[in-house]
Protein backbone atom coordinates (compact mmCIF):
# COMPACT_ATOMS: atom_id res chain seq x y z
CA UNK A 1 0.00 0.00 0.00
CA UNK A 2 3.03 2.02 0.62
CA UNK A 3 3.75 2.54 -3.03
CA UNK A 4 0.47 3.51 -4.15
CA UNK A 5 -0.16 7.40 -4.56
CA UNK A 6 -4.15 7.04 -3.88
CA UNK A 7 -5.11 4.54 -5.97
CA UNK A 8 -2.13 5.12 -8.02
CA UNK A 9 0.55 3.25 -8.85
CA UNK A 10 3.67 4.04 -11.26
CA UNK A 11 5.22 0.73 -13.28
CA UNK A 12 8.54 1.58 -15.53
CA UNK A 13 8.19 -0.26 -18.57
CA UNK A 14 11.27 -0.53 -21.27
CA UNK A 15 10.81 -0.82 -24.77
CA UNK A 16 13.97 -2.38 -26.74
CA UNK A 17 14.79 -0.33 -29.85
CA UNK A 18 16.25 -3.23 -31.63
CA UNK A 19 13.10 -5.59 -31.37
CA UNK A 20 10.86 -2.75 -32.99
CA UNK A 21 9.91 -3.38 -37.19
CA UNK A 22 8.81 -0.90 -39.40
CA UNK A 23 5.97 1.41 -38.49
CA UNK A 24 4.06 1.19 -35.83
CA UNK A 25 3.94 -1.80 -32.85
CA UNK A 26 1.30 -2.77 -30.56
CA UNK A 27 1.44 -4.09 -27.19
CA UNK A 28 -0.31 -4.22 -23.79
CA UNK A 29 0.32 -4.77 -20.33
CA UNK A 30 -2.06 -6.27 -18.35
CA UNK A 31 -2.65 -6.28 -14.31
CA UNK A 32 -4.65 -8.63 -12.91
CA UNK A 33 -5.59 -8.96 -9.48
CA UNK A 34 -8.21 -11.65 -7.98
CA UNK A 35 -10.75 -9.13 -8.07
CA UNK A 36 -9.85 -7.65 -12.00
CA UNK A 37 -7.85 -7.24 -14.68
CA UNK A 38 -6.64 -4.26 -16.31
CA UNK A 39 -5.14 -3.17 -19.70
CA UNK A 40 -3.37 -0.78 -20.79
CA UNK A 41 -2.52 -0.38 -24.55
CA UNK A 42 1.26 0.74 -25.78
CA UNK A 43 2.02 2.23 -29.15
CA UNK A 44 5.85 2.80 -30.82
CA UNK A 45 7.47 3.49 -33.38
CA UNK A 46 10.85 3.65 -34.92
CA UNK A 47 10.07 6.20 -37.03
CA UNK A 48 11.40 10.00 -35.79
CA UNK A 49 7.92 11.42 -36.10
CA UNK A 50 4.96 9.43 -35.11
CA UNK A 51 1.68 10.88 -34.94
CA UNK A 52 -0.08 9.10 -31.91
CA UNK A 53 -3.35 9.91 -30.58
CA UNK A 54 -3.38 11.27 -27.43
CA UNK A 55 -7.26 12.07 -27.34
CA UNK A 56 -7.74 8.91 -25.55
CA UNK A 57 -5.54 9.14 -23.22
CA UNK A 58 -7.01 13.00 -22.66
CA UNK A 59 -10.32 11.56 -21.96
CA UNK A 60 -9.43 8.88 -20.09
CA UNK A 61 -7.36 11.35 -17.52
CA UNK A 62 -9.67 13.60 -17.23
CA UNK A 63 -12.73 11.42 -16.04
CA UNK A 64 -10.48 10.08 -13.40
CA UNK A 65 -10.02 13.57 -12.22
CA UNK A 66 -13.54 14.29 -12.42
CA UNK A 67 -13.94 10.64 -10.82
CA UNK A 68 -12.06 11.15 -7.83
CA UNK A 69 -13.23 14.60 -7.44
CA UNK A 70 -16.96 13.17 -7.06
CA UNK A 71 -15.99 10.68 -4.39
CA UNK A 72 -14.18 13.34 -2.61
CA UNK A 73 -16.92 15.73 -2.72
CA UNK A 74 -19.75 12.71 -1.82
CA UNK A 75 -17.17 12.37 1.34
CA UNK A 76 -15.88 9.09 0.53
CA UNK A 77 -12.27 9.77 -0.39
CA UNK A 78 -10.23 12.11 2.14
CA UNK A 79 -8.62 14.73 0.91
CA UNK A 80 -4.78 13.74 1.00
CA UNK A 81 -5.97 10.37 -1.12
CA UNK A 82 -7.79 12.70 -3.42
CA UNK A 83 -5.06 15.36 -3.90
CA UNK A 84 -2.26 12.57 -4.37
CA UNK A 85 -4.16 10.78 -6.81
CA UNK A 86 -4.90 13.87 -8.91
CA UNK A 87 -1.62 15.21 -9.04
CA UNK A 88 -0.66 11.70 -10.06
CA UNK A 89 -3.28 12.37 -12.84
CA UNK A 90 -1.93 15.89 -13.68
CA UNK A 91 2.42 14.73 -13.89
CA UNK A 92 0.88 11.69 -16.06
CA UNK A 93 -1.01 14.50 -18.51
CA UNK A 94 2.23 17.05 -18.22
CA UNK A 95 4.10 13.74 -19.35
CA UNK A 96 1.97 13.25 -22.22
CA UNK A 97 2.56 16.62 -23.86
CA UNK A 98 -1.26 17.33 -22.42
CA UNK A 99 -1.02 20.06 -19.99
CA UNK A 100 -3.60 21.98 -21.34
CA UNK A 101 -4.67 25.50 -19.26
CA UNK A 102 -7.61 23.47 -17.65
CA UNK A 103 -5.38 21.36 -15.93
CA UNK A 104 -2.88 23.61 -14.87
CA UNK A 105 -5.62 25.61 -13.01
CA UNK A 106 -6.69 22.53 -11.38
CA UNK A 107 -3.59 21.74 -10.22
CA UNK A 108 -3.30 25.38 -8.98
CA UNK A 109 -7.01 24.54 -7.15
CA UNK A 110 -5.26 21.97 -5.60
CA UNK A 111 -2.52 23.77 -4.25
CA UNK A 112 -4.76 26.25 -3.26
CA UNK A 113 -6.20 23.89 -1.05
CA UNK A 114 -2.99 22.76 0.20
CA UNK A 115 -2.91 26.10 1.52
CA UNK A 116 0.13 26.53 -1.23
CA UNK A 117 -1.45 30.18 -2.68
CA UNK A 118 2.31 31.27 -3.81
CA UNK A 119 2.80 28.33 -5.89
CA UNK A 120 -0.61 28.14 -7.02
CA UNK A 121 -0.28 31.97 -8.27
CA UNK A 122 2.97 31.08 -10.20
CA UNK A 123 0.87 29.19 -12.54
CA UNK A 124 -2.15 31.60 -13.08
CA UNK A 125 -0.04 34.45 -13.41
CA UNK A 126 1.02 32.43 -16.95
CA UNK A 127 -2.66 33.50 -18.05
CA UNK A 128 -3.07 37.31 -16.89
CA UNK A 129 -2.74 38.53 -20.45
CA UNK A 130 -5.08 35.62 -21.97
CA UNK A 131 -8.20 36.40 -23.98
CA UNK A 132 -10.69 33.84 -23.06
CA UNK A 133 -13.49 33.81 -26.04
CA UNK A 134 -16.90 33.08 -25.26
CA UNK A 135 -16.15 29.11 -26.15
CA UNK A 136 -13.99 29.39 -22.81
CA UNK A 137 -16.85 30.92 -20.22
CA UNK A 138 -16.10 27.99 -18.21
CA UNK A 139 -12.25 28.63 -18.02
CA UNK A 140 -12.23 31.96 -17.71
CA UNK A 141 -14.80 31.76 -14.77
CA UNK A 142 -12.65 29.29 -13.21
CA UNK A 143 -9.40 31.41 -13.52
CA UNK A 144 -11.22 34.82 -12.07
CA UNK A 145 -12.58 32.20 -9.04
CA UNK A 146 -9.28 31.01 -8.58
CA UNK A 147 -7.60 34.56 -8.92
CA UNK A 148 -10.13 35.96 -6.22
CA UNK A 149 -9.05 32.52 -3.74
CA UNK A 150 -5.23 32.88 -4.14
CA UNK A 151 -5.30 36.90 -3.64
CA UNK A 152 -4.41 37.92 -7.08
CA UNK A 153 -7.82 39.85 -7.89
CA UNK A 154 -8.82 42.02 -5.16
CA UNK A 155 -12.50 43.46 -6.10
CA UNK A 156 -14.20 40.68 -5.58
CA UNK A 157 -17.76 42.50 -6.33
CA UNK A 158 -16.68 42.78 -9.42
CA UNK A 159 -15.77 39.31 -10.08
CA UNK A 160 -19.12 37.78 -8.55
CA UNK A 161 -21.21 40.31 -11.40
CA UNK A 162 -18.41 38.88 -14.05
CA UNK A 163 -18.99 35.18 -12.82
CA UNK A 164 -22.75 35.91 -12.84
CA UNK A 165 -22.28 37.56 -16.20
CA UNK A 166 -20.36 34.48 -17.50
CA UNK A 167 -23.02 32.04 -16.32
CA UNK A 168 -26.07 34.03 -17.93
CA UNK A 169 -24.01 34.03 -21.06
CA UNK A 170 -23.87 29.69 -20.43
CA UNK A 171 -26.94 29.37 -18.56
CA UNK A 172 -26.24 25.14 -19.09
CA UNK A 173 -23.01 25.28 -16.94
CA UNK A 174 -22.95 23.89 -13.58
CA UNK A 175 -19.26 25.19 -12.85
CA UNK A 176 -20.21 28.62 -13.68
CA UNK A 177 -23.33 28.12 -11.13
CA UNK A 178 -21.35 26.49 -8.91
CA UNK A 179 -18.22 29.22 -8.33
CA UNK A 180 -20.81 31.98 -8.63
CA UNK A 181 -22.27 30.38 -5.61
CA UNK A 182 -18.69 29.73 -3.91
CA UNK A 183 -18.37 33.58 -4.42
CA UNK A 184 -21.28 34.99 -3.35
CA UNK A 185 -22.45 33.13 -0.16
CA UNK A 186 -24.23 36.30 1.44
CA UNK A 187 -26.63 36.89 -1.77
CA UNK A 188 -26.98 34.27 -3.36
CA UNK A 189 -30.51 33.78 -2.23
CA UNK A 190 -32.94 31.33 -0.51
CA UNK A 191 -32.49 27.63 -0.79
CA UNK A 192 -36.02 26.95 -2.50
CA UNK A 193 -34.67 29.80 -4.90
CA UNK A 194 -31.63 28.04 -5.57
CA UNK A 195 -33.23 24.75 -5.92
CA UNK A 196 -35.61 26.69 -8.53
CA UNK A 197 -32.04 27.17 -10.37
CA UNK A 198 -30.60 23.74 -10.18
CA UNK A 199 -33.97 22.75 -11.39
CA UNK A 200 -33.61 25.29 -14.55
CA UNK A 201 -29.85 24.29 -15.36
CA UNK A 202 -31.47 20.36 -15.52
CA UNK A 203 -33.95 21.45 -18.14
CA UNK A 204 -31.30 23.55 -20.22
CA UNK A 205 -29.99 20.42 -20.73
CA UNK A 206 -26.92 20.32 -17.64
CA UNK A 207 -26.20 16.96 -16.33
CA UNK A 208 -23.18 16.82 -14.63
CA UNK A 209 -23.45 14.76 -11.47
CA UNK A 210 -21.94 17.83 -9.60
CA UNK A 211 -24.98 19.24 -9.95
CA UNK A 212 -27.47 16.09 -8.93
CA UNK A 213 -25.09 16.42 -5.57
CA UNK A 214 -25.41 20.28 -4.94
CA UNK A 215 -29.13 19.07 -5.06
CA UNK A 216 -29.26 16.26 -2.85
CA UNK A 217 -27.21 18.45 -0.15
CA UNK A 218 -29.64 21.19 -0.41
CA UNK A 219 -32.80 18.51 0.09
CA UNK A 220 -30.55 16.41 2.60
CA UNK A 221 -30.64 19.49 4.78
CA UNK A 222 -34.18 20.75 4.40
CA UNK A 223 -36.28 17.79 2.86
CA UNK A 224 -39.06 20.46 2.44
CA UNK A 225 -37.59 21.42 -0.51
CA UNK A 226 -38.42 18.27 -2.05
CA UNK A 227 -42.54 19.31 -3.04
CA UNK A 228 -42.99 17.68 -6.31
CA UNK A 229 -40.89 15.19 -8.67
CA UNK A 230 -39.78 15.44 -11.87
CA UNK A 231 -37.28 14.05 -14.17
CA UNK A 232 -34.45 16.29 -12.31
CA UNK A 233 -35.00 14.73 -8.82
CA UNK A 234 -35.40 11.21 -10.37
CA UNK A 235 -32.04 11.74 -11.61
CA UNK A 236 -30.65 13.32 -8.50
CA UNK A 237 -32.23 10.25 -6.50
CA UNK A 238 -30.32 8.05 -9.18
CA UNK A 239 -26.88 9.55 -8.62
CA UNK A 240 -27.58 9.64 -4.90
CA UNK A 241 -28.76 5.74 -4.57
CA UNK A 242 -25.45 4.96 -6.79
CA UNK A 243 -23.46 6.53 -4.35
CA UNK A 244 -24.94 5.46 -1.14
CA UNK A 245 -25.71 8.57 -0.59
CA UNK A 246 -29.36 7.61 0.27
CA UNK A 247 -31.30 8.68 3.85
CA UNK A 248 -34.30 6.76 4.77
CA UNK A 249 -36.48 10.33 5.13
CA UNK A 250 -36.03 11.29 1.79
CA UNK A 251 -36.38 7.65 0.90
CA UNK A 252 -39.71 8.03 2.26
CA UNK A 253 -40.38 11.48 1.26
CA UNK A 254 -39.49 10.53 -2.58
CA UNK A 255 -42.07 7.48 -2.02
CA UNK A 256 -44.93 9.53 -1.09
CA UNK A 257 -43.90 11.86 -3.49
CA UNK A 258 -44.69 9.00 -6.57
CA UNK A 259 -47.64 8.82 -5.01
CA UNK A 260 -48.98 12.01 -7.41
CA UNK A 261 -47.52 10.70 -10.63
CA UNK A 262 -49.94 10.23 -13.36
CA UNK A 263 -47.53 8.63 -15.93
CA UNK A 264 -44.66 5.75 -15.53
CA UNK A 265 -41.37 6.36 -15.78
CA UNK A 266 -38.62 3.60 -15.91
CA UNK A 267 -35.98 5.68 -14.53
CA UNK A 268 -38.26 6.95 -11.35
CA UNK A 269 -39.27 3.59 -11.08
CA UNK A 270 -35.45 2.49 -11.04
CA UNK A 271 -35.05 5.24 -8.54
CA UNK A 272 -37.90 3.96 -6.12
CA UNK A 273 -36.25 0.28 -6.42
CA UNK A 274 -32.64 1.86 -5.24
CA UNK A 275 -34.93 3.38 -2.28
CA UNK A 276 -36.61 0.22 -1.49
CA UNK A 277 -33.22 -1.77 -1.30
CA UNK A 278 -31.30 0.72 0.87
CA UNK A 279 -34.09 1.12 3.28
CA UNK A 280 -36.67 -1.68 3.56
CA UNK A 281 -40.17 -0.44 4.25
CA UNK A 282 -43.84 -1.62 3.33
CA UNK A 283 -44.89 2.40 2.73
CA UNK A 284 -42.09 2.18 -0.09
CA UNK A 285 -42.74 -0.81 -1.19
CA UNK A 286 -46.85 0.13 -1.37
CA UNK A 287 -45.91 3.14 -3.24
CA UNK A 288 -43.55 1.10 -5.63
CA UNK A 289 -46.73 -1.49 -6.39
CA UNK A 290 -48.56 1.15 -7.33
CA UNK A 291 -46.54 3.28 -9.44
CA UNK A 292 -45.38 0.32 -11.38
CA UNK A 293 -49.23 -0.15 -11.94
CA UNK A 294 -49.27 3.03 -14.06
CA UNK A 295 -47.58 1.87 -17.04
CA UNK A 296 -47.19 -2.38 -17.83
CA UNK A 297 -47.10 -3.96 -14.40
CA UNK A 298 -47.55 -7.13 -16.26
CA UNK A 299 -43.65 -7.42 -17.06
CA UNK A 300 -42.13 -10.41 -15.12
CA UNK A 301 -39.80 -8.24 -13.79
CA UNK A 302 -42.33 -6.62 -11.71
CA UNK A 303 -42.57 -9.57 -10.09
CA UNK A 304 -40.33 -9.60 -7.19
CA UNK A 305 -42.64 -6.55 -5.51
CA UNK A 306 -46.40 -8.04 -6.27
CA UNK A 307 -44.63 -11.40 -4.38
CA UNK A 308 -43.11 -9.07 -2.11
CA UNK A 309 -46.47 -7.19 -1.29
CA UNK A 310 -48.55 -10.30 -1.22
CA UNK A 311 -46.10 -11.88 1.63
CA UNK A 312 -46.74 -8.74 3.67
CA UNK A 313 -49.95 -8.38 3.12
CA UNK A 314 -50.09 -5.37 1.39
CA UNK A 315 -53.87 -4.70 0.44
CA UNK A 316 -54.07 -2.73 -3.48
CA UNK A 317 -56.54 -3.47 -6.19
CA UNK A 318 -55.51 -5.89 -8.95
CA UNK A 319 -52.32 -6.84 -6.11
CA UNK A 320 -53.35 -10.44 -6.92
CA UNK A 321 -54.04 -10.41 -10.48
CA UNK A 322 -50.51 -8.75 -10.90
CA UNK A 323 -49.02 -11.63 -8.91
CA UNK A 324 -49.98 -14.17 -11.10
CA UNK A 325 -49.64 -12.32 -14.67
CA UNK A 326 -46.02 -11.84 -13.66
CA UNK A 327 -44.33 -14.79 -12.20
CA UNK A 328 -42.79 -17.10 -14.16
CA UNK A 329 -45.16 -20.17 -14.91
CA UNK A 330 -42.36 -22.51 -15.92
CA UNK A 331 -42.08 -24.03 -12.77
CA UNK A 332 -44.85 -25.26 -10.13
CA UNK A 333 -44.86 -24.01 -6.51
CA UNK A 334 -47.06 -23.45 -3.63
CA UNK A 335 -48.94 -20.47 -4.34
CA UNK A 336 -49.95 -17.67 -1.37
CA UNK A 337 -53.12 -18.88 0.45
CA UNK A 338 -54.51 -15.69 0.49
CA UNK A 339 -54.44 -15.71 -3.19
CA UNK A 340 -56.00 -18.74 -3.61
CA UNK A 341 -58.64 -16.86 -1.11
CA UNK A 342 -59.19 -14.08 -3.14
CA UNK A 343 -59.45 -16.63 -6.73
CA UNK A 344 -62.12 -18.63 -4.93
CA UNK A 345 -64.92 -16.08 -5.92
CA UNK A 346 -62.50 -13.69 -8.44
CA UNK A 347 -61.77 -15.69 -11.37
CA UNK A 348 -62.78 -14.27 -13.89
CA UNK A 349 -60.14 -11.76 -13.70
CA UNK A 350 -57.23 -13.98 -14.71
CA UNK A 351 -56.04 -14.75 -18.57
CA UNK A 352 -56.85 -18.85 -19.12
CA UNK A 353 -53.20 -19.94 -19.11
CA UNK A 354 -52.81 -18.26 -15.59
CA UNK A 355 -55.75 -19.53 -14.32
CA UNK A 356 -54.73 -23.27 -15.40
CA UNK A 357 -50.85 -22.22 -14.43
CA UNK A 358 -52.65 -21.91 -10.22
CA UNK A 359 -55.63 -24.57 -10.71
CA UNK A 360 -52.20 -26.78 -11.93
CA UNK A 361 -50.52 -25.71 -9.04
CA UNK A 362 -53.36 -26.77 -6.21
CA UNK A 363 -53.64 -30.15 -7.78
CA UNK A 364 -50.00 -30.48 -7.09
CA UNK A 365 -50.36 -29.40 -3.71
CA UNK A 366 -53.61 -30.81 -2.95
CA UNK A 367 -51.91 -33.32 -0.32
CA UNK A 368 -50.53 -30.36 1.57
CA UNK A 369 -53.54 -28.14 0.79
CA UNK A 370 -56.64 -30.85 1.00
CA UNK A 371 -59.13 -27.66 2.11
CA UNK A 372 -58.20 -25.31 -0.91
CA UNK A 373 -58.63 -28.40 -3.76
CA UNK A 374 -62.07 -29.30 -2.19
CA UNK A 375 -63.24 -25.35 -2.69
CA UNK A 376 -61.95 -25.83 -5.99
CA UNK A 377 -62.56 -29.00 -7.35
CA UNK A 378 -65.63 -28.18 -9.30
CA UNK A 379 -64.15 -24.42 -10.95
CA UNK A 380 -61.18 -26.49 -11.87
CA UNK A 381 -63.05 -29.60 -13.54
CA UNK A 382 -65.57 -27.18 -15.65
CA UNK A 383 -62.89 -25.41 -16.77
CA UNK A 384 -60.48 -28.42 -17.75
CA UNK A 385 -63.29 -29.71 -19.52
CA UNK A 386 -64.33 -26.90 -21.63
CA UNK A 387 -60.45 -25.91 -22.37
CA UNK A 388 -60.16 -29.31 -23.64
CA UNK A 389 -63.19 -28.99 -26.32
CA UNK A 390 -61.31 -25.80 -27.49
CA UNK A 391 -58.03 -27.75 -27.98
CA UNK A 392 -56.01 -25.82 -25.45
CA UNK A 393 -52.61 -27.51 -24.24
CA UNK A 394 -49.18 -26.64 -21.80
CA UNK A 395 -48.05 -28.46 -19.14
CA UNK A 396 -50.05 -26.45 -16.96
CA UNK A 397 -53.89 -27.90 -19.14
CA UNK A 398 -52.00 -31.24 -19.25
CA UNK A 399 -51.92 -31.44 -14.93
CA UNK A 400 -55.94 -30.52 -14.99
CA UNK A 401 -56.83 -33.65 -17.96
CA UNK A 402 -54.53 -36.07 -16.42
CA UNK A 403 -56.43 -35.30 -13.31
CA UNK A 404 -60.13 -34.68 -14.40
CA UNK A 405 -60.64 -36.29 -17.87
CA UNK A 406 -58.72 -39.63 -16.77
CA UNK A 407 -61.98 -41.30 -16.13
CA UNK A 408 -64.31 -40.50 -18.96
CA UNK A 409 -67.69 -41.65 -18.29
CA UNK A 410 -68.99 -41.16 -21.77
CA UNK A 411 -67.29 -41.82 -25.48
CA UNK A 412 -67.97 -37.85 -25.86
CA UNK A 413 -65.56 -37.23 -22.66
CA UNK A 414 -63.11 -40.16 -23.81
CA UNK A 415 -62.61 -38.52 -27.72
CA UNK A 416 -61.88 -35.02 -25.66
CA UNK A 417 -59.20 -37.15 -23.54
CA UNK A 418 -57.91 -38.98 -26.34
CA UNK A 419 -56.59 -35.57 -28.36
CA UNK A 420 -54.83 -34.86 -25.70
CA UNK A 421 -52.87 -38.25 -24.89
CA UNK A 422 -49.29 -38.10 -26.07
CA UNK A 423 -48.64 -35.09 -25.76
CA UNK A 424 -44.80 -33.54 -25.19
CA UNK A 425 -43.24 -30.69 -23.90
CA UNK A 426 -40.50 -29.62 -26.72
CA UNK A 427 -38.18 -26.57 -25.81
CA UNK A 428 -35.07 -25.40 -27.97
CA UNK A 429 -33.22 -22.36 -27.46
CA UNK A 430 -32.92 -22.01 -31.30
CA UNK A 431 -34.49 -18.14 -31.97
CA UNK A 432 -34.82 -19.34 -35.55
CA UNK A 433 -37.05 -21.79 -35.09
CA UNK A 434 -40.75 -21.65 -35.63
CA UNK A 435 -42.33 -24.66 -36.27
CA UNK A 436 -41.78 -28.87 -35.10
CA UNK A 437 -42.57 -31.18 -37.33
CA UNK A 438 -42.82 -34.42 -36.28
CA UNK A 439 -43.26 -37.51 -39.01
CA UNK A 440 -44.52 -41.38 -38.22
CA UNK A 441 -43.46 -43.48 -40.67
CA UNK A 442 -46.82 -45.44 -39.81
CA UNK A 443 -48.94 -42.27 -41.40
CA UNK A 444 -49.78 -40.69 -44.83
CA UNK A 445 -49.08 -37.00 -43.41
CA UNK A 446 -46.84 -35.34 -40.87
CA UNK A 447 -47.69 -33.17 -38.18
CA UNK A 448 -46.94 -29.39 -37.80
CA UNK A 449 -46.88 -27.46 -34.50
CA UNK A 450 -45.59 -23.88 -33.72
CA UNK A 451 -42.73 -23.43 -32.15
CA UNK A 452 -43.52 -20.51 -29.38
CA UNK A 453 -40.67 -18.69 -27.86
CA UNK A 454 -38.98 -21.40 -27.67
CA UNK A 455 -41.70 -24.11 -26.91
CA UNK A 456 -43.71 -26.66 -29.15
CA UNK A 457 -46.45 -29.21 -27.69
CA UNK A 458 -46.26 -31.98 -30.32
CA UNK A 459 -48.06 -35.19 -29.92
CA UNK A 460 -45.46 -38.39 -30.34
CA UNK A 461 -46.97 -41.71 -30.60
CA UNK A 462 -44.22 -44.05 -31.03
CA UNK A 463 -40.55 -44.10 -30.22
CA UNK A 464 -39.39 -44.42 -33.79
CA UNK A 465 -41.32 -40.88 -34.85
CA UNK A 466 -38.66 -38.22 -35.87
CA UNK A 467 -38.04 -34.79 -35.21
CA UNK A 468 -37.72 -31.78 -37.15
CA UNK A 469 -37.36 -28.03 -37.23
CA UNK A 470 -38.67 -25.27 -39.74
CA UNK A 471 -37.55 -21.40 -39.51
CA UNK A 472 -39.28 -18.78 -40.81
CA UNK A 473 -37.77 -19.46 -44.07
CA UNK A 474 -38.99 -22.84 -44.82
CA UNK A 475 -35.60 -24.32 -44.24
CA UNK A 476 -35.89 -27.85 -42.05
CA UNK A 477 -32.87 -28.80 -39.64
CA UNK A 478 -32.74 -32.54 -37.87
CA UNK A 479 -30.07 -33.01 -36.00
CA UNK A 480 -27.87 -29.85 -35.88
CA UNK A 481 -31.04 -28.16 -33.27
CA UNK A 482 -30.57 -29.31 -29.51
CA UNK A 483 -33.71 -29.58 -27.73
CA UNK A 484 -35.29 -31.17 -24.71
CA UNK A 485 -38.38 -33.39 -24.62
CA UNK A 486 -40.77 -34.06 -21.86
CA UNK A 487 -43.70 -35.95 -21.51
CA UNK A 488 -47.21 -34.49 -20.59
CA UNK A 489 -49.32 -37.40 -19.88
CA UNK A 490 -49.39 -40.98 -18.45
CA UNK A 491 -51.71 -42.75 -21.10
CA UNK A 492 -50.67 -46.45 -19.56
CA UNK A 493 -53.90 -46.49 -18.24
CA UNK A 494 -56.15 -44.40 -19.76
CA UNK A 495 -55.80 -46.17 -23.85
CA UNK A 496 -57.42 -49.56 -22.87
CA UNK A 497 -60.22 -47.86 -21.19
CA UNK A 498 -60.63 -45.06 -24.17
CA UNK A 499 -60.66 -48.04 -26.82
CA UNK A 500 -63.26 -49.97 -24.92
CA UNK A 501 -65.37 -47.33 -24.98
CA UNK A 502 -65.34 -47.20 -28.70
CA UNK A 503 -62.75 -44.26 -29.04
CA UNK A 504 -60.78 -44.81 -32.44
CA UNK A 505 -58.23 -41.85 -32.82
CA UNK A 506 -55.70 -42.44 -35.14
CA UNK A 507 -52.74 -41.80 -32.63
CA UNK A 508 -54.54 -44.01 -29.74
CA UNK A 509 -54.65 -46.75 -32.42
CA UNK A 510 -51.26 -46.46 -33.28
CA UNK A 511 -49.87 -46.36 -30.08
CA UNK A 512 -51.88 -49.26 -28.68
CA UNK A 513 -50.96 -51.26 -31.54
CA UNK A 514 -47.45 -50.33 -32.18
CA UNK A 515 -47.04 -51.18 -28.15
CA UNK A 516 -49.43 -53.97 -27.73
CA UNK A 517 -49.14 -57.49 -28.73
CA UNK A 518 -51.95 -59.22 -31.22
CA UNK A 519 -54.47 -61.57 -28.95
CA UNK A 520 -58.34 -62.55 -29.22
CA UNK A 521 -58.86 -59.52 -27.04
CA UNK A 522 -57.67 -56.84 -29.25
CA UNK A 523 -58.38 -57.94 -32.71
CA UNK A 524 -60.93 -55.30 -33.48
CA UNK A 525 -58.44 -52.51 -32.53
CA UNK A 526 -55.72 -54.15 -34.79
CA UNK A 527 -58.57 -54.63 -37.50
CA UNK A 528 -59.64 -50.89 -37.29
CA UNK A 529 -56.35 -50.01 -37.38
CA UNK A 530 -55.60 -51.78 -40.12
CA UNK A 531 -58.37 -49.57 -42.22
CA UNK A 532 -57.90 -46.02 -41.00
CA UNK A 533 -57.05 -44.10 -44.06
CA UNK A 534 -54.85 -41.73 -42.11
CA UNK A 535 -52.02 -44.75 -42.54
CA UNK A 536 -49.59 -45.28 -45.29
CA UNK A 537 -51.05 -48.25 -47.54
CA UNK A 538 -47.70 -49.90 -46.80
CA UNK A 539 -48.30 -49.72 -43.20
CA UNK A 540 -52.21 -50.98 -43.63
CA UNK A 541 -51.02 -53.90 -45.84
CA UNK A 542 -48.33 -54.94 -42.91
CA UNK A 543 -50.44 -54.82 -39.93
CA UNK A 544 -53.25 -57.29 -42.40
CA UNK A 545 -50.60 -59.39 -42.60
CA UNK A 546 -50.02 -59.60 -38.90
CA UNK A 547 -54.07 -60.27 -38.25
CA UNK A 548 -53.60 -62.96 -41.11
CA UNK A 549 -50.77 -64.93 -39.58
CA UNK A 550 -52.84 -64.67 -36.30
CA UNK A 551 -56.18 -66.22 -37.71
CA UNK A 552 -54.30 -68.77 -39.50
CA UNK A 553 -52.31 -69.84 -35.73
CA UNK A 554 -55.70 -70.07 -34.78
CA UNK A 555 -58.17 -70.96 -37.56
CA UNK A 556 -60.31 -73.66 -35.21
CA UNK A 557 -60.59 -70.83 -32.93
CA UNK A 558 -64.80 -70.00 -33.65
CA UNK A 559 -64.97 -66.42 -31.96
CA UNK A 560 -62.65 -65.25 -34.98
CA UNK A 561 -65.82 -65.75 -37.37
CA UNK A 562 -67.49 -62.63 -36.31
CA UNK A 563 -64.38 -60.71 -37.17
CA UNK A 564 -64.19 -62.83 -40.01
CA UNK A 565 -67.63 -61.33 -41.29
CA UNK A 566 -66.17 -57.87 -40.92
CA UNK A 567 -63.18 -57.99 -42.98
CA UNK A 568 -62.95 -56.56 -46.28
CA UNK A 569 -61.31 -59.76 -48.25
CA UNK A 570 -60.00 -58.02 -51.43
CA UNK A 571 -58.04 -55.88 -49.52
CA UNK A 572 -56.37 -59.02 -47.49
CA UNK A 573 -56.09 -61.07 -50.42
CA UNK A 574 -53.94 -58.29 -51.91
CA UNK A 575 -51.57 -58.68 -49.36
CA UNK A 576 -51.62 -63.08 -48.93
CA UNK A 577 -54.10 -64.46 -50.85
CA UNK A 578 -52.86 -67.84 -49.20
CA UNK A 579 -53.12 -67.09 -46.58
CA UNK A 580 -56.37 -65.65 -46.48
CA UNK A 581 -58.19 -68.70 -48.61
CA UNK A 582 -56.96 -71.50 -46.04
CA UNK A 583 -58.54 -69.20 -43.31
CA UNK A 584 -61.96 -69.12 -45.06
CA UNK A 585 -61.89 -72.31 -46.51
CA UNK A 586 -61.41 -74.16 -42.86
CA UNK A 587 -63.54 -71.86 -41.57
CA UNK A 588 -66.39 -73.02 -44.24
CA UNK A 589 -66.95 -69.68 -45.80
CA UNK A 590 -66.64 -71.02 -49.18
CA UNK A 591 -69.14 -68.69 -50.84
CA UNK A 592 -66.24 -65.91 -49.77
CA UNK A 593 -63.23 -68.22 -51.23
CA UNK A 594 -64.78 -68.34 -54.25
CA UNK A 595 -65.47 -64.61 -54.77
CA UNK A 596 -61.40 -64.07 -54.18
CA UNK A 597 -60.92 -67.18 -56.40
CA UNK A 598 -62.64 -65.68 -58.79
CA UNK A 599 -61.50 -62.19 -58.58
CA UNK A 600 -57.76 -62.95 -57.83
CA UNK A 601 -57.08 -66.51 -59.10
Same mark, same amino acid.
Given at each position: ?????????????????????????????????????????????????????? =?????????????? +??? /????????????????????????????????????????????? &????????????????? %????????????????????? &??????????????????????????????????????????????????????????????????????????????????????? =??????????????????? !????????? %???????????????????????? +?????? #???????????????? +?????? /?????????????? #???? +????????????? &???????????????????????? %????????????? *????????????? =??????????????????????????????????????????????????????? #???????????????????????? #?????????????????? !????? !????????? *??????????? /?????????????????????????????????????????????????????????????????????????????
Amino acid at each position: DEDFIGSYYQVEYVIRKEKLKKGRQFGEITVKSPYQQLTYQITASMESKVQLKT =EIHVKRHKLELLRD +LAE /YSCKRMDSKTWIGSSRFVLNQLREEGCDYPEYQMYEAYILHMEEK &DEQAREILKKFKHQNFV %RENLELAGAYLYLCVLTGLHK &DREQAIRRLYNFFLQKEDSFLLFKLWLEMNPEDKGSPSRLVFMMEELFEKGCRSPFLYLEAWNYISSDTTLLHRMSSFWTQVFLFAG =EKGLLTEELVMRFAYLTGY !EREFCTSMY %RALAMGYDAFESDDTLEAICRYIM +LGNPRK #PEYFRWFSLAVEKGIR +LTRIYE /YYVETMDTSYQREL #PKPL +LMYFTYNNTSLAD &DKKAFIYASIVGNRGRQPQTYADY %RDHMKIFAMRKAK *EGRMNENYAVLYQ =EFLSNPKTEGQAKLLAQKLFTHRLYCDDKKIRYVIVRHEQLREEEIYPCIQGVAY #PRIYTDDAVILFQDDKQRRYVSTI #PYNLTKLTDESKAVPELL !ELGVR !ERGLLLYYC *ESTTLNADNLE /YFQSLAELEDCTEEYRNSVRKQILDYYAANVQDQKLDKYLEKMDFRQYAQVDRTTLLEVLITRRMFRQAMVIVEEFG
